[in-house]
Nanobody, 125 residues
Framework: QVQVEESGGGLVQAGGSLRLSCAAS????????MGWFRQAPGKEREFVAT????????GYGDSVKGRFTISRDNAKSTVYLQMNSLKPEDTAVYYC??????????????????WGQGTQVTVSS
């Protein structure tokens, strides 16, 4: 059974940093994409970042480019999201997604098969 689990959320002041982790287990995702998305109350789920397990493809949403960095540790089946220069508008529940289905672009949340439960990130002003 596939499991995707996020950790690392919390409360931070504006300008601070947090690192989120996403551990995937239950199968091998060797050639697929992993993605980070976020959702604030009353808003649509927003693309944050994506990475392919082989590292060949990385992408970021416009609102986080230059501030967030996605990386992976294949040995640990873990993907990380380093978030720097955090802003109050980054406040949201952050979700990790695993295994992008063929034919879907990696920035579309509808294309992923597996999701974590989410971790809350709150940035105070």
């Amino acid at each position: 059974q596939v499991q995707v689990e996020e950790s690392g959320g919390g409360l931070v002041q504006a300008g601070g940093s947090l690192r989120l982790s996403c551990a995937a287990s239950g199968r091998t995702f060797s050639s697929s994409f992993m993605g980070w998305f976020r959702q604030a109350p009353g808003k649509e789920r927003e693309f944050v970042a994506t990475i392919r397990w082989n590292g060949a493809s990385i992408g970021y949403g416009d609102s986080v480019k230059g501030r967030f960095t996605i990386s992976r540790d294949n040995a640990k089946s873990t993907v990380y999201l380093q978030m720097n220069s955090l802003k109050p508008e980054d406040t949201a529940v952050y979700y990790c997604a695993a295994e992008l289905r063929p034919g879907f672009p990696p920035h579309l949340h509808q294309g992923y098969n597996y999701w974590g439960q989410g971790t809350q990130v709150t940035v105070s002003s």
